[in-house]
């Protein structure tokens, strides 16, 4: 029963909850409108978005010497959990049974366990950073926490459930999954999406002045 | 090759009887001293499906078995170590561990009982000292996370089946049993990451100098009433963490071969590895119940180094002092109401350390 | 609740747009921008991480533009914005930011922090929790002309000196004229060489400009102080002004934040395009020396280095000109490590400068600014901003530091070449 459950109505319903919060969410930023810039620019603003948009993936010399340590988890946790969530075969499959109905290429099992290693550790330190840090504490709130708690459990869950020979180790990851999609728009998870938006906005500011930000 | 390998083999084995000195083959040799022997129909094919049984002069004719699989030891269908594997595991190594551990912590209550909490003389002051940067606090938690758990997946895999199987029926054991054992795979090497980076940050700190002898021979001040002085670690500090790379190291190198098994490694050497791996991991998990003990609830002031970073300047007098007078002499006493002092380019404080 | 502290409130949820709702919806809390921060490097204490100065208009932004906040506030569980809040945050928000834009260029999600801070200065002020030194310098700027008090009579007692100094005359209210020029009233009070450099540059490259007697000042105290209304009607005055000249071209002076005022902001403050350019004082000389209109007469041998007004440089997007023109008379012009778009700022922009009550952390947060000085190795610090000007003099007298500070645009009036020098070196 609650195997069913699980495996049906609560899936599609976290996952409309999770695109209608994003869309929800994306649409509130935008709604707030920007005002037009009246003064007479320098350079574009689209170059400029598209500059910031990707140059601020490469930190600056501050952020290089004075914050490696989360520079480094944090790049290891995210190109981690990319891997694990794209490329896991589990997933792929997943992906294409439900959504998509194709598949695509598939990380062999040794990288898949390689990309697991690399993203827990960083995502351990990171969580670790923010409770240890007297900035980050002192930012961090609740939504921080529950974040990071429930990718972890989910990360964690898939794991355990690697074989995919226990059912109860697929649901519990499953469920887990389901509230982390739910909890998602309502979070400062929405960063996945926004970063390019607040980036975009910045280098297009920056851009007309003729500022390489 | 092969002759290697059995030589190998014949190796590990009298390490295991050195190790272990097991009353298995007593039981063996009683059992063929019964007065009449029939003779077993069976035992013909036992032997040539077992070599390494007979006579090396038989067993040369039967160098191996023949197998279509193509892998390491594929021809050896019985493995004689196994016995003696499954005798250590099953008949040593899970009551003498079990009752260790539960030793170690029924010792550790005993000593909060008889010699409680081990306050700072003068009471808190108003004023601390920068003992742990941020990164190191990290790597300290980093490390403790994975320890901790890896040791109850572990503990779950060694004694789960005796003391959690009867209470949770075998369906809800099996799934906790396939979780532990995935998930003690997955942090095992994050475990080998840990130790590199403690190793790394931590070693310099920790080598032993002048006057950590006398601090064991007073009892580190715990046990005796005197202050015992000491740098930034003291013996006990050190022994410990040269128990950790040295004991841990082991546990992971062992861990490693358990888990990769594709650098050609046959039952012998898994074997081994497995109990190479246990006794270390008991060892090391008596040590840190210790370790929590006095980091928690043994010892007024200790934990917070850990935490905030900062320790108590009378707790560094107490049981740091050269290292404390050390920071009073370089004017890094903070009030306790302050912030974090500049840190930027400011070395870690264990950097003073020479 | 105070009817102006609603008005705040109420302004404060005003400027929240779309940029500002996407930065507080990608701040991951990493902390990352505290490393950028001069107030946080050199005091270690993390309220003075420049997102942790937002957390008021945090507040107001999820209780009316996300879901949770909305349902948190019907539900009472999260309560509205209380007096305390602006009270508690008024030294964050106006002492320890200097609006110098470094955490923006470090945020690895790419929020414009120090946007954020100037908007939320227009809510705070509002409310009235804005520093008394800003208060009075706005006051001023709107009454006077000046938020130092200068009136058209010092100016124009100034400029008689000017003209006696050089022997040139300055033209006032020049009908037609291509260049107006700004001051900022500290050039006008403490440096006065700038002026008497421009005349005489101008001369040399026979330059047609003019200063209005309607509007000399260039600064703008309603931008710092974070008031769009006062901030109009002080740009307003120099649009009106130039307009009536006629003039081509409005010249900003050295001061770094006239800049972005009059550049950046100006046309936003009052709703429409100039029909004039803006240029920057040195802009222009570059521009001039790129056209051989003005000829140096040598190098100073002496080592310089050069402090970058952040309003100029980061938030103005003049970078290279000054560097152009500093290696035209510099033979040894070494860069500070941090320089260009990533300077670390001097600790007086953004208004702190005119707020007694900050005296004190800026003279702490100028720490980064001497090691920096330091690390060079170089006596001899050239910037091209007349607070930046004030204020690295402040904290070298403070640190008693071996630094002698000069003017860009003054350095070089020294080497400019005239006919009467290119006579006497002919001879």
Redesign the interface.
């Known amino acids: 029963m609650i195997a069913q459950l699980i495996d049906g109505p609560l899936w599609y319903f976290s996952l409309t909850v999770f695109v209608l ?1 994003v869309l ?2 994306l649409f ?8 037009k ?4 620019p ?1 350079d574009g603003s689209g170059a400029g978005a598209l500059r ?2 990707f140059s ?1 993936f490469v ?5 290089r ?3 490696k ?2 520079l480094i988890a ?1 790049y290891m946790f995210h190109l981690g959990l990319f891997a694990l969530l794209f490329l896991a075969r589990p997933h792929v499959d997943f992906f294409a049974e439900r959504m998509t109905g194709f598949g695509w290429w598939s990380m062999p099992y040794w990288a898949f ?1 390689v990309a ?2 690399i993203a ?2 960083g995502l ?2 990171l969580w ?14 609740a939504d ?1 926490y529950v974040g990071t708690v429930l990718v972890f459990l989910v990360m ?1 869950s898939g ?5 995919q ?2 059912e ?2 697929r649901l519990t990851h499953l469920l887990l999954v389901e509230m982390l999609l739910i909890y998602f ?4 998870l ?2 996945a999406f ?2 390019a ?7 297009a ?2 851009g007309r ?5 | 090759m092969l002759i290697n390998h059995r030589r190998g083999l014949s190796f590990f084995a009298v390490l295991f009887v050195l190790l272990i000195v097991s009353p298995a083959f007593a039981e063996d040799a009683a059992s063929s001293n019964k007065p009449v022997t029939v003779p077993n129909p069976a035992s013909d094919l036992w032997r040539a499906v077992n070599p390494q049984q007979l006579p090396p002069a038989v067993a040369a004719m039967f160098p191996r078995g023949d197998s279509q699989v193509q892998g390491v030891q594929s021809g050896v269908l019985i493995n004689q170590q196994g016995q003696i594997w499954r005798y250590f595991r099953m008949k040593q190594l899970l009551p003498i561990g079990g009752y260790l551990l539960a030793g170690a912590m029924l010792a550790v209550l005993l000593f909060y009982f008889i010699r409680g909490k081990v306050l700072i003389r003068d009471g808190e002051s108003d004023k601390k000292i920068e003992r742990y940067s941020v990164y190191e606090r990290m790597i300290h938690w980093f490390m403790a996370f994975i320890f901790l758990f890896l040791g109850f997946s572990g503990l779950i895999l060694l004694f789960g089946r005796s003391l959690l199987l009867p209470w949770m029926g075998p369906e809800l054991f099996s799934i906790l049993a396939s979780a532990a054992k995935e998930g003690h795979n997955l942090f095992g090497p994050l475990f080998l990451l840990a130790l590199v980076l403690m190793f790394l940050k931590f070693v310099v700190r920790n080598i032993y100098q002048k006057g950590d002898l006398t601090w064991l021979l007073k009892g580190g001040g715990i046990i005796g009433e005197h202050d015992v002085p000491s740098n930034f670690f003291n013996m006990g500090e050190k022994t410990l963490f040269w128990l950790l790379i040295l004991v841990g190291g082991l546990i992971a190198i062992s861990g490693v071969v358990l888990l990769f098994p594709v650098f050609e490694q046959g039952r012998g050497i898994m074997e081994l590895s497995h109990v190479v791996h246990a006794i270390a991991a008991v060892i090391m998990l008596t040590v840190i119940i210790g370790h929590i003990y006095i980091g928690t609830i043994g010892m007024q002031g200790a934990i917070e180094g850990m935490t905030s970073g900062y320790c108590d300047l009378n707790w560094a007098k107490d049981h740091h002092s050269w290292w404390a007078q050390r920071c009073i002499d370089e004017g890094k006493i903070v009030p306790k109401q302050q912030g974090s002092a500049v840190h930027h380019d400011n070395p870690g404080p264990g950097e003073v350390e020479k | 609740m105070s009817e102006q502290f609603e008005l705040g409130v109420a302004e404060l949820g005003k400027q929240i747009d779309a940029r500002i709702s996407s930065y507080f919806s990608s701040c991951v809390h990493c902390g990352l921008c505290a490393e950028a921060c001069l107030f946080y490097t050199e005091t270690g204490d993390p309220r003075y991480t420049p997102i942790y100065k937002l957390e008021p208009m945090k507040k107001l932004w999820r209780q009316e533009h996300t879901i949770r906040g909305k349902l948190a506030k019907a539900l009472g569980l999260s309560k509205p914005l209380q007096e305390k809040d602006f009270a508690d945050w008024e030294e964050l928000v106006y002492d320890s930011c200097t609006l110098c834009g470094r955490c923006s260029m470090v945020c690895p999600v790419g929020n414009d922090i120090t946007y954020m801070i100037s908007k939320e200065r227009e809510g705070f002020s509002r409310a009235g929790y804005a520093p008394e030194g800003l208060k009075g310098a706005t006051q001023r700027a709107l009454e006077i002309g000046s938020p130092m008090g200068v009136t058209l009579k010092t100016v124009l007692a100034t400029l008689a000196h000017v003209e006696k100094d050089t022997g040139l005359s300055v033209p006032v209210d020049q009908q037609g004229a291509d260049y107006m020029t700004l001051f900022s009233s500290m050039e006008v009070v403490n440096f006065p060489e700038y002026i008497e450099s421009i005349a005489r540059i101008f001369d040399a490259a026979g330059v047609s400009w003019t200063i209005s007697s309607k509007a000399f000042e260039a600064t703008n105290s309603g931008i710092q102080i974070g008031n769009s209304d006062n901030a109009a009607e002080i740009v307003g005055r120099v649009v009106t002004a130039a307009e009536e000249l006629g003039v081509k071209y409005v010249i900003s002076p050295e001061c770094g934040h006239a800049y972005t005022s009059i550049r950046w902001a100006g046309p936003n403050l009052i709703g429409r395009p100039y029909r004039f350019k803006v240029i920057h004082i040195l802009e222009l000389l570059d521009q001039l020396k790129q056209e051989g209109r003005i000829r140096f007469s040598g190098k100073t041998d002496e080592p310089v280095t050069f402090h970058d007004p952040c309003q100029i440089v980061r938030r103005g997007g003049v970078v290279q000109p000054q560097r152009d023109l500093l290696n035209g008379i510099a033979e040894n012009f070494v860069e500070m490590t941090d320089h260009g778009v990533m300077n670390w700022c001097c600790g007086g922009g953004g208004g702190v400068s005119a707020n007694e009550r900050a005296d004190e952390l800026r003279i702490k947060a100028f720490d980064r600014k001497r090691k920096q000085i330091e690390e060079t190795g170089v006596n001899t610090v050239v910037t091209a901003c007349a607070n930046c000007r004030m204020m690295l003099e402040d904290g070298i007298e403070e640190n008693e530091m071996e630094t002698t500070v000069i003017g860009l645009t003054e350095l070089i009036a020294d080497y400019l070449v005239t006919d009467a020098k290119e006579q006497s070196e002919v001879r």
């Not at chain 1, 810039?37 to 007479?40: E, G, R, S």
């Not at chain 1, 670790?128 to 709130?141: A, E, G, I, K, Q």
């Not at chain 1, 938006?197 to 280098?203: A, H, M």
């Open positions: 919060g929800w969410r509130m930023i935008l709604r707030a409108g920007v005002k810039d009246l003064a007479v320098r910031a948009i601020r930190p600056e010399r501050t952020v010497r004075h914050g340590v989360q944090g366990i697991a290693e827990f550790a351990i330190m670790l950073y923010r409770l240890l840090n007297p900035v980050t504490r002192l930012l961090s709130s921080d964690l794991c355990l459930a690697l074989a020979s226990v109860a180790l728009p309502f979070s400062s929405m960063h926004t970063f938006f607040s980036r975009g906005y910045t280098g500011t920056m002045k003729g500022i390489r930000a």
